[in-house]
Nanobody, 123 residues
């Protein structure tokens, strides 16, 4: 069982930055690829970024590549999402997720999910 707790969300002006954190329980964190997803009101949950267990491979959607950076610290059982140049359309609840396997953008392949952290970008 893996428990995930996100933090770092908040209200920021367009063009600003936020760093989200996701702390994981358990001693096998390195065995899990980690992903970030987001869901805006009235929209489906969408993939943002993912990182392999070792941190050697990352995966982004085209719209976030260059603005968002995913990273992990396996010694701290934590994955991060650095978000720069934020836009109002980035407003959503952001979720981290753990997949006992390879990096994937597919939500259905993730085994564990956090409760989410709200990010609001004002124009």
């Amino acid at each position: 069982q893996v428990q995930l707790v996100e933090s770092g969300g908040g209200l920021v002006q367009a063009g600003g930055s936020l760093r989200l954190s996701c702390a994981a329980s358990g001693r096998t964190f390195i065995s899990y690829a980690m992903g970030w997803f987001r869901q805006a009101p009235g929209k489906e949950r969408e993939f943002v970024a993912a990182i392999s267990g070792s941190g050697g491979s990352t995966y982004y959607t085209n719209s976030e590549k260059g603005r968002f950076t995913i990273a992990r610290d396996n010694a701290k059982n934590t994955v991060y999402l650095q978000m720069n140049s934020l836009k109002p359309e980035d407003t959503a609840t952001y979720y981290c997720a753990a997949n006992y396997g390879t990096v994937t953008p597919l939500a259905r392949q993730y085994d564990y999910w956090g409760q989410g952290t709200q990010v609001t970008v004002s124009s």
